[in-house]
């Protein structure tokens, strides 16, 4: 099972909005909303920021939301704050008799 | 507040085995299927193992599979990996994290902090 295909890294300036793609195939992201999103900032354990596809956990602000398209799954931050500098992953359910998998990860960096 | 409390993790030689231990606190453990997480130093985050609430299904990441074993004792909130045949590239810190789920692979809501293994000679 490949990993989910994610950008290397996403820049903003504050205020901007930005978007993280999440590319899988038919057997994964286009399959299935059982798409996931995780912040991870450095050293820190990751926290889940978004599940089935765009369902926000309580506490988690608004400024992220999420989406999919195909096969290609997509998490957005509006209003780009300096906390939100980090590290991101998708992940999602497979068909695949190993059951999920993570995305490459992607690093926001706020300029 | 959910607790994960992971323990279990050293030093290894290459080949020998080790098990991981995740304590679960302030849930109702036996009713969520849980899983197993690692991150190698500096590298993304790979999913490793699931399991589900009552320990019935199990699924492995095709880098473990053959030598990971996952399990779990609902009568002492415990989650377990036992790692045999360990190899170079098993370095990395090990997470348990809780599905929304009882069974399969939705999301991981809780995460411990950790617990660190080296597979060095």
């Known amino acids: 099972q490949s990993a989910l295909t994610q950008p290397a890294s996403v820049s903003g300036s504050p205020g901007q909005s930005i978007t993280i793609s999440c590319t899988g195939t038919?057997?994964?992201?286009?399959?299935?909303?059982?798409v996931s999103w995780y912040q991870q900032h450095p050293g820190k354990v990751p926290k889940l920021m978004i599940y089935?596809?765009?369902n926000r956990p309580s506490g988690v602000s608004n400024r992220f939301s999420g989406s999919k398209s195909g096969n290609t799954a997509s998490l957005t931050i509006s209003g780009l704050q300096a906390e939100d500098e980090a590290d991101y992953y998708c992940?999602?359910?497979?068909?695949?008799?190993?059951?999920?998998?993570f995305g490459t990860g992607t690093k926001v960096t706020v300029l | 507040q959910v607790q994960l409390v992971e323990s279990g993790g050293g030093v290894v030689q290459p080949g020998r085995s080790l098990r991981l231990s995740c304590a679960a606190s302030?849930?109702?453990?036996?009713?969520?299927?849980m899983h197993w997480v690692r991150q190698a130093p500096g590298k993304g985050l790979e999913w490793v193992a699931v399991?589900?609430?009552?320990?019935?299904?199990?699924y492995y990441a095709d880098s473990v599979k053959g030598r990971f074993t996952i399990s779990r004792d609902n009568s002492k909130n415990t989650l377990y990996l036992q790692m045999n045949s360990l190899r170079a590239e098993d370095t990395a810190m090990y997470y348990c994290?809780?599905?929304?789920?009882?069974?399969?692979?939705?999301?991981?809501?809780?995460w411990g902090q950790g617990t660190l293994v080296t597979v060095s000679s």
């Open positions: 994290a809780r599905d929304m789920a009882a069974t399969g692979y939705r999301s991981f809501d809780y």
């Open positions: 302030r849930f109702t453990f036996r009713s969520y299927a």
């Open positions: 399991i589900s609430f009552d320990g019935n299904n199990k």
């Open positions: 038919s057997s994964d992201v286009g399959g299935y909303n059982y």
């Open positions: 089935d596809v765009s």
């Open positions: 992940s999602s359910y497979t068909s695949n008799i190993t059951l999920g998998v």
